[in-house]
């Protein structure tokens, strides 16, 4: 019994060796892993410092570009206004426009006979002046036929030999 005590007790140290071996090779895939991921780690911690600074210029950007817009809307503001303004005054330039129509069609109105009598002595004028600027180009062009005969010479009297050798 002895011997088998031993060969227990050998057995044992042989299974613990075994067990040493695999969980030593155990370990050293685990410590090549962790190395893996720290070297990871340190990638991902260099890529977040450089994200951490765009994003930080970003954000001032960011601040910057809303401050500009601030800046801008409160004189759009200034412009809307003015507009404003200008849109009542306009109103107000339209109704008083609208109160001298209505009054002038009012006095129309009450002086339509007039109207009609002054359009009707212009247009006889007119055809009066018309008349008297074509009597006076009919003149004009008959002074200057008339200078125009003057100025022509006078032809010679044909004598009774020229006239029968035509």
């Known amino acids: 019994m002895e011997i088998i005590l031993y060969l227990s007790v050998a057995l044992i140290a042989i299974a613990f060796m075994v ?9 050293k895939a685990l410590q090549a892993t962790m190395e893996s991921l720290s070297g990871t780690l340190d990638g991902l911690e260099t890529q977040m410092q450089g994200i951490t ?7 001032h950007k960011t601040n910057a570009l809303a401050e500009d817009i601030q800046v801008k809307s409160e ?6 206004e003015a507009v404003k303004g200008v849109g ?6 339209n109704h008083t426009i609208d ?9 129309a ?6 109207i009609a009598q002054a359009v009707q002595w212009g247009n006889v004028c007119i055809e009066l002046f018309n008349k008297w600027k074509a009597k006076k ?3 004009e062009a008959e002074q200057q036929v008339e200078e125009l ?5 006078v032809p010679a009297p044909e004598t009774r030999y020229q006239r029968s050798h035509s």
């Open 109 to 114: 109105n009450d002086y339509n006979p007039k």
């Open 88 to 93: 009542g005054s306009i109103q107000k330039v």
């Open 149 to 153: 005969q003057d100025s022509l010479p």
């Open 137 to 139: 180009a009919e003149r």
């Open 75 to 80: 004189s759009l503001n200034t412009v809307v």
């Open 53 to 59: 600074t765009e994003t930080t210029l970003l954000l």
């Open 19 to 27: 067990l040493v071996v695999y969980l030593s090779k155990t370990l």
């Open 99 to 107: 109160q001298v129509t209505d009054r002038v069609q009012i006095a």
